[in-house]
């Protein structure tokens, strides 16, 4: 009688884990899902909203020399590339509009003492600049097309 319940008692618990194990697989799978989308929509808009909230949250917390107005500002100039960009017809055109987005986001990095854009927003803004550009095939994602004007 009691090897009779151990095994039944072994034998419940093992189809109990199993049922856990498949069920947290299945979690697993949908978070990996949910951040594959996640990581898709960064060449959007999105990508500019998750940058600024960043920099408010750091504004918040450590009051650096910029204000939201400045955070703003910042979006603004990126929102602004991404539609010029989309709008482009030549890379000749999108170099340009590379180089105007770089020029004031440098001036903006400057009035605001150069701690608007440290480097992990700098990482942000060229991933933003350069995904959008290559979308349109004018250059690799490899390529640091705002190195050459970047003073940040």
Request: a negative charge; proline letters at 1%; charged letters at 30%.
């Amino acid at each position: 009688m009691i090897n009779m319940f151990s095994y039944k008692t072994i034998f419940s618990l093992l189809i109990i884990m199993l049922l856990f194990s498949s069920c947290t697989n299945s979690q697993k799978e949908k978070k990996q899902t949910e951040n594959e989308i996640i990581m898709e929509n960064k060449n959007t808009t999105n990508s500019v909203d998750i940058l600024k909230n960043q920099m408010f949250a750091y504004q918040k917390e450590f009051h650096p020399s910029y204000s939201k107005e400045d955070v703003v500002t910042c979006g603004d100039i990126l929102n602004l590339y991404l539609a010029e960009i989309e709008k482009s017809a030549s890379k000749e055109e999108g170099m340009k509009i590379v180089k105007s987005t770089i020029e004031k986001l440098n001036i903006l990095n400057e009035k605001c003492e150069g701690s608007l854009i440290e480097t992990i927003e700098r990482e942000q803004i060229c991933e933003i600049v350069i995904n959008a550009s290559a979308k349109k095939g004018y250059n690799t994602m490899e390529e640091d097309i705002t190195e050459a004007w970047r003073e940040w």
